[in-house]
């Protein structure tokens, strides 16, 4: 089976090292292929994401990597694109990831603090995830999105700093109509191990649970680290296809330059 990874960041936003050396890093892991997704650039956020004025150097220094690498490994171009963000087409990206890293601009996943202020600026964590898959729903309607983005961002903490309860219906019904929408709107689902990676978390996003609604529905998975290092750039691959089984997945779908295609898990 072809292994890739279409979510990982670079110095161009948070993450620590240059393109190149996450393609190097791709290849001496194993992986079949590499797509970097920049974080969109958002007024005031400049610390995680791109700026305006770097966007163009990215976009030329992964023309750069697709070239060198060409016919030995393949580099896509990626975006993260945060729904804060102003809209981008494709391309000039070959694919497009949407994420939702802030709600009611406050941050959802920079630690457990600023995460228990968000709940409590919106009146309880009920309605902070009813808010939060809501915002989620409006992928749907954004065609050039083909992969949702750490589905369950909200719940990164909750092992350490139990602040949702991903049991109770107000949860779970939010979770799952924020799901059904986006799968009825042909969004491929990522399995996310970057929690993992940083320490948060056990498991990928999205949980098990939500993963066989998933299947259950007929939906797409792809697997990404959402690497902010080289050495995670495949991290949790093992974890995260074992899971995709446990739950049904019998294939993973991969980009091939034009579109997605089924690769056989
Ligand atoms: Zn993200
Ligand atoms: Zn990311």
New binding site residues.
């Given amino acids: 089976m072809k292994r890739q990874n279409l ?3 670079t110095s161009f936003d948070d993450g620590c090292d240059a393109p190149e050396i996450m393609v190097i890093a791709a290849e001496n892991a194993g992986l079949d292929s590499l797509g970097i ?1 920049l ?1 969109s650039p958002i007024p005031g956020e400049d610390a995680w994401c791109c700026s305006d004025a770097d966007e163009p150097a990215f976009l030329a220094e992964m023309r750069r990597l697709r070239e060198k690498y060409a016919g030995r490994f393949n580099v896509w171009c990626g975006l ?1 694109y945060d729904l804060n963000s102003d809209r981008r087409s494709v391309p000039p990206y070959d694919y497009i ?1 949407g ?1 939702c890293h802030l709600l009611s601009g406050l941050p959802i996943d920079y630690d457990p603090e600023t995460a228990a202020h968000l709940i409590a600026y919106h009146g309880g964590s009920e309605r902070a995830a009813q808010l939060y898959y809501e915002r989620l729903c409006t992928m749907a309607d954004i065609p050039e999105i083909s992969i949702v ?2 589905f369950d961002l909200l719940t990164k903490y909750n092992e350490r700093v139990p602040l949702y309860d991903t049991a109770a219906p107000v949860y779970r019904d939010a979770a799952v109509a924020a799901m059904e929408k986006l799968n009825a709107a042909g969004k491929i689902f990522e399995i996310n191990t ?1 929690a993992i990676s940083r320490g948060w978390r056990t498991t990928p996003y999205p949980s098990e649970e939500l993963l066989q609604h998933l299947k259950s529905i007929g939906g797409r998975v792809c697997i990404s680290s ?1 690497a902010h290092k080289a050495e995670n750039i495949a991290f949790g691959f093992d974890q995260a296809e074992a899971l995709a089984l446990r739950c049904g997945f019998t294939e993973l779908w991969q980009f091939d330059g034009t579109g997605f295609a089924a690769e056989k898990l």
């Fill in positions: 979510h990982c960041h997704s974080h993260e990831i994420s983005g750490h970057g959402d």
